[in-house]
């Protein structure tokens, strides 16, 4: 069983729908939590991150971390054509660029 | 502009061969990835460097090489060793240190190696 979960899609969705994406994960050890939004062959952008639990906010984007459940998820609202990419969740349980592990990402496409 | 820039964006290694994929940032950042991405996997960590002149192995650094003689630069050496090396290679970095860590990574825009 891999560390971290992700369903890989694709996704999709007409624009301006509510979006839902997640990971899970079996680690209980990691505390800090991230989303990176990856374009079609380019590298990740960090979207959301999040430290221990609770909700974060920025924009249409809502990061939610449950550590009771060892659940996270990502909040698109209004969602947009340009939203269409891979989402990969990324965690880490002491910190550090070398310490994080990622999940395999979904696909989402937002449709006019 | 601030960033990282890797080059070439499209890469074709003969058999036998070593390549070298370059990676240069002007972020002023200490620490320096080289992650591997394949289809439905998750990014897998190759080689790390949190100062220059110094660098330790990821979970796959076998077939792989690195130098750090700069801050700025982070080459990746891909060697005949290495015998499935199709796939996208990413170089991100961030203000980790050996003294502080920081998990925020910005990445590149990615190398495709292929063999042919």
């Known amino acids: 069983q891999k560390e971290v979960e992700q369903d890989p899609g694709p996704l999709s969705v007409p624009e301006g729908a509510i979006v839902s994406l997640n990971c899970t994960y079996s680690?209980?050890?990691?505390?800090?939590f991230m989303w990176y939004r990856q374009y079609s062959r380019k590298g990740p952008e960090l979207l959301m991150y999040t430290y221990s639990s609770g909700n974060k906010e920025d924009g249409r984007f809502t990061a939610q971390v449950d550590k009771s459940s060892k659940y996270i998820s990502l909040f698109i609202r209004d969602s947009q054509p340009s939203d269409s990419a891979t989402y990969l969740c990324?965690?880490?349980?002491?910190?550090?660029?070398?310490?994080?592990?990622f999940g395999t990402g979904t696909q989402l496409k937002v449709e006019l | 502009d601030g960033g990282i820039t890797q080059s070439p964006k499209y890469l074709f290694r003969k058999e036998g061969q070593n390549v070298t994929l370059s990676c240069e940032q002007n972020?002023?950042?200490?620490?320096m990835y080289w992650y591997r991405q394949d289809p439905g996997q998750g990014l897998r960590l190759i080689y790390y460097s949190q100062i220059v002149n110094d660098f330790q192995k990821g979970d796959i650094a076998e077939g792989y090489s690195v130098s750090r003689e700069k801050k700025e630069s982070f080459p990746l050496t891909v060697t005949s060793a290495q015998k499935n090396p199709t796939a996208f290679y990413l170089c991100?970095?961030?203000?980790?240190?050996?003294?502080?860590?920081?998990?925020?990574?910005?990445f590149g825009s990615g190398t495709q190696l292929s063999v042919l």
């Open positions: 680690n209980s050890a990691f505390q800090y």
């Open positions: 990324a965690m880490s349980a002491t910190g550090g660029g070398n310490k994080l592990t």
């Open positions: 972020l002023n950042h200490d620490a």
């Open positions: 991100a970095s961030s203000t980790d240190s050996l003294f502080a860590t920081n998990e925020k990574l910005f």
